[in-house]
């Protein structure tokens, strides 16, 4: 007996997700950027082709989290806390966790190091021109001793921007985080939220869940004047 078609239709599907937008200042700016760049838009690259993977998540970095960006199974970075009652000593770090995978950084000093994670704000166009140096700076925020210094200090929902590698490939990704209190213990740090983009070598916005039309890969795009900041290598 042959099967009805309804029947074949009545198989379930997957439920696509719907993306959030990003917050309304940062709109109104991007649309001001684009109505002033006219022309320049046509150097920016379209995202029809791609696709944009956003996981919500409301998580304390609880001494160690893992932060497995394409659910492949396969850890890409670890976030990391630390505080000591004893020496009143405490940590935020981030660690690369492959072959390909990268932080960005600054200028801004963070423990001993005159440089540091980079705690991006949001609409940043996280791809090439940012630094992602070969040698891994891992520090984000510090206090030890006399010191009390990172980029990320007293930071709320900024953002990493990563660099990773799947099967050999680059891929751009960003990862929402908020320092709390380094006296906190197991809740110095909150992660908030992350994002890929699933084709290779295509930048992301930090903050974008998936809604942003386009994205520049030049030194001065529609993110880069969106932050209102100059990425950290980029060139004048």
């Known amino acids: 007996m042959s099967s009805h078609p309804a029947a074949a239709s009545a198989t379930s599907l997957p439920k696509l997700r719907q993306p959030r937008s ?23 690259a379209s995202r029809a082709a ?16 893992e932060l497995d960006l394409n659910h492949d199974g396969i850890d890409d970075f670890k976030i990391t ?10 940590s935020v770090t981030v ?21 540091g994670v980079a705690a991006l704000p949001v609409g940043v ?14 520090c984000m925020a510090v206090l030890h001793s006399n010191v009390y210094n990172g980029p990320w200090l007293f930071a709320k929902e900024k953002y990493l921007g990563l660099k990773f590698a799947i099967e050999g490939r680059t891929h751009y990704a ?5 320092v709390q209190d380094l006296f906190c213990y197991r809740c110095i740090a909150r992660i908030q ?20 039309a ?20 980029s060139s004048r």
Do not use: M
């Open 22 to 44: 990003l917050n309304q200042g940062l709109s109104k700016r991007l649309l001001s950027y684009a109505t002033v760049a006219g022309a320049g838009l046509a150097g920016c």
């Open 174 to 178: 960003w990862a929402r985080l908020t």
């Open 81 to 90: 806390s630390f505080y000591s009652f004893y020496s009143s000593a405490a």
């Open 95 to 115: 660690f690369p966790l492959g072959p390909g995978n990268h932080v960005a950084v600054v200028r801004e000093a963070c423990f001993y190091s005159p440089t």
């Open 125 to 138: 166009v996280i791809g090439p021109v940012l630094s992602f140096p070969l040698v891994n700076d891992t």
């Open 214 to 233: 386009e994205v520049s890969v030049e030194p001065g795009s529609l993110g880069a004047l969106a932050a209102g900041r100059r990425p950290f290598g």
């Open 193 to 212: 939220g992350y994002a890929y983009e699933t084709e290779p070598d295509r930048p992301i916005l930090s903050g974008d869940e998936g809604n942003a």
């Open 50 to 65: 791609a696709e944009i993977v956003y996981t919500p998540t409301h998580a304390d970095i609880n001494f160690t989290y």
